[in-house]
Each structure stands twice: as C-alpha cells, then as structure tokens.
C-alpha cells in the first residue's frame, strides 16, 4: 500500500535489512534512505538492498553522496571511479568545450549506473568555490570563478537529467570560504551578505530553473544571521526562496554533524531545520536515534513541500545493468572520460 512519504531521511543498519530497519523504514514519518559505503559489497547486494527496501514502501526516496573523487560510495564491482569536480575545473582552464562534454558525460555516467542499481538521487553536485583553503570541500569544488562552477554543474546536471535523475546544489549559500569540517566543528564565515550574494551564491542563482534541490551548509554567517544557514529562515525564506525564486525541494545537511548540535536534541534540531524551510531532514549513521527523531517529531508536511520532493524521483525507466553496458550513449560517455584522464 502506498502511503506518503514523512519528511525524515535515514540509513539502516548494514548490507540487508534487518527488523529493525523494517519497522523505521514502514514509519509513517521516514520519507527517505540515505546509503553509505557500508551498505555496500556488490551490486547484486546493492540491488537486493533497493528492492527490499522498495518491497517495504516503493514511494521512499532512495539517495546517495555520490560526487566523484574521494566522496563516491561505491567504486567496485563495475562501477566507473569517476574523476573529483576539481578535475574537471582544472580541465575547463585548458580546454573549455571538452570540460563541458566531460562534465556531461560523467553526470551520465553517475546516474546512469546508481539508477541500474535502484537508487534514485545522489547529493550532487557541489557548488562551493575553491578558495582553497576549505580542507573537507578542497576537490570536490570545479573551481574557484562562480562562472565556470555554474557552468560545468550545468553540464554535469544535464548528464544526470538524460539518465533521468535529479540534482541538488551543495552546500548553500557556501562551504568554502569558511575553514573548519562542519562534521566536527562549527565552520563560521565572517564576510558581508553583498560579498557572498555576488561569489558564493550566484551558481545558485544562475542555474535557475535546472537546479532540482539545495542542501544548505552546517556554518554560521554571522552577519546575516547568527543561525547556521540550515536553520535559517533568513537564508532558506528569504534569500533562497524569496531573492533567488528557488522553487525545488531544500535537503538539511545530516543532523548528527558537530555543527548541526545546536544545544538541543536531534528531534528539536529536525524540527527547527524544517521550520526553517527545510522539506527534508538527513539522519545519517545512527538509525536508532533517528527512530527516537520518527517517534517524537510533530511535523506535517504542506502540500507544496511534498509535491516538491516527489518531483526529485526518477523520470522514466532504468536501464538494467547489462542493458546499461551495452547502451551507446553510456559507452560513448566511458569512453570519453577514461581518454580524458587517463
């Protein structure tokens, strides 16, 4: 029976299912699975973990952290290790119509093989600027010109749209000025709102009407708002929503990260996130305190946030992975990025 999805994104324990995950999976408030590299060991595996989870509530949204470079889930059993958005920025300075064909390739390549395999949605691409001093962004940023990150986040986006796959703009309004790894500190960005407004966010507000979601950073921008940016009404309303016209659904961050504690619980920081503006919360790496967060959590979600979050599921059928490998379209795609870095 299909019922609708809650706004809580969670993992589970391991590779399968166990009755634990059924009973939080089947939770009127789980809307989604988040998989990590220890849910997988095989694409028969990976597969069978989709299908069970499907079985469970087809209309779950199934994602992934699946960029390129050192932030890709899976890499074995056939899937294609695809190059760090850094490298496709250093590779626009050189030649900008192949960076162009590349960056459309390898979001094709992505989305093309996650979808074979029942996933639905990575959290890509990152649109933070390299300002090269951002350890945990570093590579996984295309470049330090909002220009050109706007542009091969373009290309890239509309690879993963030919497989039939959304996107989503990471981490709003931007991770890479501020120095500290939101996962074990709380990162500060000390800059004006202008100043950000004309870097960090213009990829956002370029890419318009392509971009299918943003996921706002855990760092605080004190002189806009002492909230860090997923909290923030000021950021998520009024900029997001209101100065750029954002329309697409808005992801947290995962709320066990060192910036998402805010002093409180995991369910007041669900709460205040999706207050805030947020359509849907990441609890990643702690299934059984995300059941305590499903428990306790008084949240409904409005009719305008639901419809956004079912426009990021898939559009038309996947291919099987066999009939993936010998599609010429992918083939091609292979083919180029493997020439191109090899």
Same mark, same amino acid.
């Given at each position: 029976?299909?019922?609708?999805?809650?706004?809580?994104?969670?993992?589970?324990?391991?590779?399968?299912?166990?009755?634990?995950?059924?009973?939080?999976?089947?939770?009127?408030?789980?809307?989604?699975?988040?998989?990590?590299?220890?849910h997988?060991?095989?694409? %028969? &595996?990976?597969?069978?973990?989709?299908?069970a989870?499907?079985?469970? =509530? #087809?209309?779950?949204? $199934?994602a992934?952290d699946?960029?390129?470079?050192?932030?890709?889930?899976?890499?074995?059993?056939?899937?294609?290790?695809?190059?760090?958005?850094?490298?496709?920025?250093a590779?626009?300075?050189?030649?900008?119509?192949?960076?162009?064909?590349?960056?459309?390739?390898?979001?094709?390549?992505?989305?093309?093989?996650?979808r074979?395999?029942?996933?639905d949605?990575?959290?890509?691409?990152?649109?933070?600027?390299?300002y090269?001093?951002?350890q945990?962004?570093?590579?996984?940023?295309f470049?330090?010109?909002?220009?050109?990150?706007a542009?091969?986040?373009?290309?890239?986006?509309?690879?993963?749209?030919?497989?039939?796959?959304?996107n989503?703009?990471?981490h709003f309004?931007?991770?890479?000025? %501020? &120095?500290?790894?939101?996962?074990?500190?709380?990162?500060?960005?000390? =800059? #004006?709102?202008d100043? $950000?407004?004309?870097?960090?966010?213009?990829?956002?507000?370029?890419?318009g009407?392509?971009?299918?979601a943003?996921?706002?950073?855990?760092?605080?921008?004190?002189?806009?708002?002492?909230?860090p940016a997923?909290?923030?009404?000021?950021?998520?309303?009024?900029?997001?929503?209101?100065?750029?016209?954002?329309?697409?659904?808005?992801?947290?961050?995962?709320?066990?990260?060192?910036?998402?504690?805010?002093?409180?619980?995991?369910t007041?920081?669900?709460?205040a996130?999706?207050?805030?503006?947020?359509?849907?919360?990441?609890?990643?790496?702690?299934?059984?305190?995300?059941?305590?967060?499903?428990d306790?959590?008084?949240?409904?979600?409005?009719?305008?946030s639901?419809?956004?979050?079912?426009?990021?599921?898939?559009?038309g059928?996947?291919?099987?992975?066999?009939?993936?490998?010998?599609?010429?379209?992918?083939?091609?795609a292979?083919?180029?990025?493997?020439s191109?870095?090899?």
């Amino acid at each position: 029976m299909k019922t609708t999805p809650g706004p809580v994104m969670l993992d589970v324990v391991g590779k399968t299912l166990n009755r634990d995950d059924k009973r939080r999976l089947a939770h009127p408030m789980t809307g989604g699975v988040i998989l990590f590299a220890r849910h997988y060991e095989s694409r %028969a &595996q990976l597969v069978a973990l989709t299908d069970a989870i499907r079985a469970i =509530r #087809p209309e779950l949204l $199934i994602a992934v952290d699946h960029e390129g470079g050192r932030v890709q889930r899976f890499r074995t059993d056939g899937f294609t290790v695809l190059p760090s958005m850094g490298k496709l920025g250093a590779l626009w300075d050189r030649d900008v119509l192949l960076a162009t064909r590349v960056a459309t390739a390898v979001g094709y390549i992505l989305a093309a093989e996650l979808r074979a395999c029942g996933i639905d949605m990575s959290f890509t691409p990152v649109l933070d600027l390299d300002y090269g001093h951002s350890q945990v962004i570093g590579d996984r940023a295309f470049h330090r010109d909002p220009r050109v990150v706007a542009l091969l986040a373009k290309s890239l986006n509309h690879g993963l749209a030919l497989a039939g796959m959304s996107n989503c703009g990471k981490h709003f309004p931007g991770h890479g000025f %501020a &120095q500290a790894d939101s996962h074990v500190a709380m990162p500060t960005d000390e =800059r #004006p709102l202008d100043e $950000i407004l004309g870097n960090d966010v213009a990829p956002y507000d370029w890419l318009g009407l392509s971009l299918g979601a943003v996921l706002p950073a855990h760092v605080v921008y004190p002189q806009v708002d002492a909230k860090p940016a997923g909290f923030s009404r000021v950021w998520l309303q009024d900029i997001l929503r209101g100065k750029l016209g954002f329309e697409g659904a808005i992801f947290s961050d995962d709320l066990s990260m060192e910036a998402a504690r805010q002093g409180g619980t995991l369910t007041e920081g669900a709460a205040a996130a999706l207050e805030a503006g947020c359509d849907m919360v990441l609890i990643c790496n702690q299934p059984h305190e995300a059941e305590k967060v499903l428990d306790a959590l008084r949240f409904t979600p409005s009719k305008e946030s639901r419809r956004r979050l079912k426009r990021m599921r898939p559009q038309g059928k996947a291919l099987t992975w066999g009939k993936l490998m010998a599609e010429p379209r992918y083939v091609d795609a292979q083919a180029l990025v493997k020439s191109t870095f090899a």
